[in-house]
């Protein structure tokens, strides 16, 4: 598929998603860089696996700082789970570990 139309296409998906479809397209984007993530270190490509982790990390910053400020319980909770993975994947890069 050419380049342009699947950029113009991805705009469109973007700009006409509800806030909920965002946060899946969120949510399938760090899930497709954590699994990026792993497949470049089983391949011993160090460098890529970096940078899929911090495409990763950058994601999940994105979702948890996208929660509302008033928040509910359901909410905070949420935010501990981004919370937690956005610290897995920080301390898998320091690592170099999946």
Known sequence: MDRNVLNAYLETEVTTATPQKLRLMLIDGSLRFARLTLKHWENGRDHEAVDACRRCRDVLLELVT??????SEVADQIADVYLFLIRA?????ADGDP
Do not use: W
């Open 89 to 93: 994947i920080t301390q898998a890069e």
């Open 66 to 71: 996208s929660l509302k400020t008033n928040r």
